[in-house]
T-cell receptor, first 111, second 115 residues
Framework: GEDVEQSLFLSVREGDSSVINCTYTDSSSTYLYWYKQEPGAGLQLLTYIFSNMDMKQDQRLTVLLNKKDKHLSLRIADTQTGDSAIYFCAETGTGGFKTIFGAGTRLFVKA | GAVVSQHPSWVICKSGTSVKIECRSLDFQATTMFWYRQFPKQSLMLMATSNEGSKATYEQGVEKDKFLINHASLTLSTLTVTSAHPEDSSFYIC???????????FGSGTQLSVL
């Protein structure tokens, strides 16, 4: 079945850029998402990208999609301590129903 | 890793009937469970947060009498869609946290179709 994989941990210094990577297997993915989870809270949608795009920028966030390699990344510029959280990559296939989530990447931001 | 089992995977029901969806944590105690809803080609929408042994906290705009959530044990939460109507047709997914872990673990989702 479809799978989404991402690295478990990332540690960066405050002010540096963070890059969180994700790979997926579903070649029919139509939408790819990045969600943020803060401690004790549910998911918060950060950004999403359609599969016919290769880049999307939204303030400090840049999403890059390599559809050929089925690779998605999230870059956070000027990372702040408030960005410390778990980031989930997710994809939705054709039909737009079921969403498959990665296991989440824990971002630690050191002051 | 931790496993969250959600059942059923899909259900078709007649308008006016009630449907129960179960979410179980198989190898950890889920102190908090979340229920989400997803419409086609849209992102997940958090419906409610449920802590074991207490009433669920519903997000604004979600009818608590329509979507009944029970989290009676540390391994089971249920979502009951009461008197379902076609507009309730959607993909519902649960997630759970607990066992000393901060991360969320997701169920595989339930596709509900109301005829």
């Amino acid at each position: 079945g479809e799978d989404v994989e991402q690295s478990l941990f990332l540690s960066v210094r405050e002010g540096d850029s963070s890059v969180i990577n994700c790979t997926y297997t579903d070649s029919s993915s139509t939408y790819l998402y990045w969600y943020k989870q803060e401690p004790g809270a549910g998911l918060q949608l950060l950004t999403y990208i359609f599969s016919n795009m290769d880049m999307k920028q939204d303030q400090r966030l840049t999403v890059l999609l390599n559809k050929k390699d089925k690779h998605l990344s999230l870059r956070i510029a000027d990372t702040q301590t408030g960005d410390s959280a778990i980031y989930f990559c997710a994809e939705t296939g054709t039909g737009g129903f079921k969403t498959i989530f990665g296991a989440g990447t824990r971002l630690f931001v050191k002051a | 890793g931790a496993v969250v089992s959600q059942h059923p995977s899909w259900v078709i029901c007649k308008s006016g009937t009630s449907v129960k969806i179960e979410c179980r944590s198989l190898d950890f105690q889920a102190t908090t469970m979340f229920w989400y809803r997803q419409f086609p080609k849209q992102s997940l929408m958090l419906m409610a947060t449920s802590n074991e042994g207490s009433k669920a906290t519903y997000e604004q705009g979600v009818e608590k009498d329509k979507f009944l959530i029970n989290h009676a044990s540390l391994t089971l939460s249920t979502l009951t869609v009461t008197s379902a109507h076609p507009e309730d047709s959607s993909f519902y997914i649960c997630s759970a946290s607990g066992g000393g872990q901060e991360k969320l673990f997701f169920g595989s989702g339930t596709q509900l179709s109301v005829l």
